[in-house]
């Protein structure tokens, strides 16, 4: 079985607009911006399958009452844990007392683990294999142990934890691989869980879900990985909830190749590229998710993305807080867009996308804009405060925006050249810093039923070579 390590261009730079009575540049697309990026990422090739032990009969099913002890000093009955797997029966709690076990484990019955000592004092770590294996469906639980796998040192590649079969649970571990993931879920019917882990500093990525593996992480902390924090591709489904998800070398959150799952209520920050991705016809959920102080942008859905996301906020990232790209079409609701260095949401390169009951605020370029083809439809969303203009259409941008406020930009609440032409309908455009609506350089568009009154230069300013239809207007 092969993981492959995919990687992709992320991209959305914006470019600084000139300053009053200047024509209003572009941002500037992937082909042309000078900081060339790296993807998001994706796994690594997985080492050899490796054979299982030939047993003749099942183990025994454990007595309740009994718990095996595993020391290093001899007070235990077994001097390591892959002793006491081997000679305890079926379902057995074994208790493994402080010290570094450095033996790769592999799980073929039920049984509980446990460490038996402060956090951080139980090590397990395997030099030529994975930290740990789980090769059964039976119930499993291991808690309290830091899990490494060291197999890189050796020319070796695995993962810390692989899951690819049963249930198992994994409770208040600390996880790391120095070559493939630190975990990986994989394989139909394989559903772990995860509780209060530290999944951290890989060399590859933190937690690795695909080939149609499912899986929950629950109040885990995944940071510092090489490549995506957390991965979901090839029919893999995550239910990810209040976990911090940051500071990785590259991505967040990647979920492409027909990927999948629901993350409620996580905080996924301060990554290197996109704090989420999705692409390649992926639909996740996100609800409740913060999406923060970005090296690049808060949320990229780029090549036939999908997804659905509600109430979550992205605020503070270095490129726009939604870029949409290349034929993605998300639903956004309910989300707040805001203090971006950058733009707001940014719509190229024929990126849709559904934009309802937003806020978007507060921004240092345009609020929403939209370039080479986008067509997004936005609906209910106030969009206002914003450094520079509202709503900035151009090269060829379209979109259907309706029943919005843009109010209270510094510039224009639209401004449209280059053949953007968009279809608005019912919106207030009122209190911003230049006209209501400002169209040159072949610029067009429809406004229908707005209310254009109050701002600072007028209703409109339309140069000679553009032309704008309009019906039932206030101003």
């Not at 970005?294 to 992205?314: P, S």
Request: charged share 25%; glycine share 14%.
């Amino acid at each position: 079985m092969v993981r492959r390590a995919v990687i992709a261009v992320s991209v959305g730079v914006f470019a600084l607009l000139p300053g009053l009575g200047a024509r209003v540049a572009a941002q500037i697309g992937d082909t042309d911006q000078p900081q060339v990026q790296r993807s998001s990422n994706s796994g690594r090739t997985k080492a050899p399958a490796k054979p299982k032990a030939v047993r003749t009969a099942k183990k025994p099913v454990a007595v309740r009452t009994k718990a095996y002890i595993v020391a290093l000093d001899g007070s235990g009955e077994f001097d390591s844990i892959r002793a006491a797997l081997t000679a305890a029966p079926g379902g057995a709690r074994i208790l493994v007392r402080p010290g570094t076990y450095r033996e790769g484990l592999v799980l073929e019955d039920a049984v509980t683990l446990i460490a038996d000592g402060p956090a951080d004092s139980v090590v397990i770590e395997s030099p030529d294999k994975d930290g740990i294996l789980i090769e059964t469906s039976d119930a499993v639980t291991v808690r309290g142990f830091t899990i490494r796998s060291i197999a890189g040192r050796n020319e070796g590649k695995f993962y810390g934890v692989d899951c690819q079969q049963g249930s198992p649970v994994f409770e208040d571990c600390d996880i790391t691989s120095d070559s493939l993931a630190c975990v990986a879920i994989h394989e139909t019917g394989t559903n772990p869980t995860f509780r209060r882990c530290r999944v951290r500093d890989g060399s590859a990525g933190g937690v690795f879900c695909y080939g149609n593996g499912r899986g929950v992480v629950e109040d885990c902390n995944v940071s510092g990985n090489t490549l995506a924090n957390v991965e979901v591709k090839t029919g893999g489904s995550l239910t990810v909830r209040r976990t911090r998800i940051h500071d990785g070398e590259a991505g967040g959150v990647f979920v492409n190749e027909s990927g999948g799952g629901l993350f409620e209520d996580c905080d996924v920050y301060r990554n290197q590229l996109g704090n989420v991705e999705v692409k390649d016809g992926s639909a996740p959920t996100f609800r409740r998710c913060k999406m923060r102080e970005g090296k690049q942008v808060g949320l990229f859905a780029n090549v036939n993305a999908l997804g659905l996301f509600e109430d979550c906020e992205m605020f503070a990232n270095t490129l726009a807080g939604i870029e949409i790209k290349s034929g993605g079409n998300p639903t956004i609701r309910h989300c707040r867009v805001y203090e971006g260095k950058a733009g707001g949401i940014f719509i190229n390169a024929l990126g849709k996308g559904v934009i309802e009951d937003c806020d978007v605020t507060g921004n240092g370029y345009a609020g929403i804009e939209i370039t080479e083809s986008g067509d997004p439809v936005i609906r209910r969303t106030r969009i206002h405060q914003g450094q520079q203009g509202g709503v900035f259409v151009y090269s060829g941008g379209k979109g259907t925006i309706e029943d919005c406020d843009i109010v209270e930009n510094a510039r224009a609440g639209f401004e449209i050249k280059e053949k953007g032409n968009p279809l608005v309908r019912r919106c207030r455009i009122n209190g911003n810093g230049y006209q209501g609506v400002w169209i040159y350089d072949a610029g067009a568009g429809s406004f229908e039923y707005c209310d254009l009154t109050n701002n600072v230069k007028g209703a409109w300013l339309i140069a000679d070579d553009s032309n704008a239809r309009r019906v039932g207007n206030k101003e």
